[in-house]
């Protein structure tokens, strides 16, 4: 079992920047996948990026050269640092843990609010 918890959202105009934060206790997450994802009021959940345990990363293109994913095995922690936020980035977002080929276990999610 992996316990994932959210946090660092809130309310920033458009243009600052917001790191969030995804904590993973129970299970040591370093060898799994961990992807994030966002879900709009009124819209299906959209897959944001991921990084894999060796570090690598994929975004969607809506967030490639504003977002960034991390990962700090030793405090099993995996970031993503949104800059150049923009009112359409305001989303409920949520880390998952992938691992056995699927996005098994999910955080509860944080509110990122963009104003305009």
């Known amino acids: 079992q992996v316990q994932l918890v959210e946090s660092g959202g809130g309310l920033v105009q458009a243009g600052g920047s917001l790191r969030l934060s995804c904590a993973a206790s129970?299970?040591?997450?370093?060898?799994?996948?961990m992807g994030w994802f966002r879900q709009a009021p009124g819209k299906e959940r959209e897959f944001v990026g991921t990084?894999?345990?060796?570090?690598?990363?994929t975004y969607i293109d809506s967030v490639k050269g504003r977002f960034t994913i991390s990962r700090d095995n030793t405090k099993n922690t995996v970031y993503l640092q949104m800059n150049s936020l923009k009112p359409e980035d305001t989303a409920v977002y949520s880390c998952?843990?992938?691992?056995?080929?699927?996005?098994?276990?999910w955080g509860q999610g944080t509110q990122v609010t963009v104003s305009s």
């Open positions: 998952a843990a992938n691992t056995r080929g699927i996005y098994e276990f």
């Open positions: 129970g299970r040591t997450f370093s060898n799994y996948r």
């Open positions: 990084i894999d345990s060796s570090g690598g990363t």
